[in-house]
């Protein structure tokens, strides 16, 4: 066997297993947007475990996140490639219109504060169903910017109160790294179109001093 035939050969393996790798990915996925459209409630809302605590009643009682995990969950089947994920993110997206926070923005769920790690996954979800426009969206667009701090970062919570509502955190307890820009909240705002550039000239000096 010469060389040019045991290089037809080596590419034709290659191929035959790239071909498997696609099939695989292909069946993964399909299974995974499977579970995820399986795994929504009546309402086109997915929910993840208990957090917040709150009082109902003479009681206090710990509560499933679902707005947080509708709009990150929602926005993710987005980007994928298949003809089911369209109805469950336009479901998705009415819902959370309908919990909108009347000075803007979502919660971990509908109960708690708003903040802005929930609300930029549910402004991306109004982006990839096309309502970036809407009154919900432009209100919660208003209710980011105040997040925004001195050093252009985003933080999560734009206010001690919020904070310790939503943590429960008592007095004596300082909340205030909580308050201060995040990397990981700004990373996710910066998904956002408007605020894309803005964060990147934001934490470019910062990614160059580390790399230097």
């Not at 509560?63 to 089911?84: F, I, Q």
């Not at 994920?85 to 309908?98: D, F, R």
């Not at 999560?156 to 990981?184: M, N, W």
Request: a negative charge.
């Amino acid at each position: 066997m010469n060389t040019m035939q045991q290089s037809k050969i080596d590419s034709t393996q290659k191929d035959d297993i790239l071909c498997t790798q696609r099939h695989q990915l292909h069946d993964a996925t399909n299974a995974g947007v499977t579970f995820l459209l399986e795994a929504r409630d009546h309402q086109d809302c997915w929910k993840d475990y208990d957090l917040v605590v709150t009082r109902m009643g003479d009681e206090w009682t710990a509560t499933a996140g679902d707005e947080w995990v509708t709009a990150y969950t929602g926005s993710v089947l987005a980007t994928v490639p298949d003809a089911r994920v369209s109805e469950a993110i336009m479901g998705a997206w009415n819902l959370l219109k309908t919990t909108s926070r009347p000075i803007g923005g979502w919660g971990y769920n509908s109960i708690s504060k708003p903040d802005a790690s929930s609300t930029s996954w549910a402004l991306q979800l109004a982006e990839a169903v096309g309502a970036g426009d809407s009154e919900q969206a432009q209100l919660a667009k208003a209710f980011l910017n105040t997040h925004q701090r001195s050093n252009g970062g985003i933080a999560a919570y734009a206010t001690e109160e919020r904070v310790r509502d939503f943590f429960k955190t008592p007095p004596h307890i300082s909340v205030e790294g909580t308050l201060q820009a995040h990397t990981c909240v700004s990373a996710e705002v910066a998904a956002l179109p408007e605020y894309r550039f803005r964060l990147r000239n934001c934490f470019l000096p910062i990614t160059l001093q580390i790399a230097t």
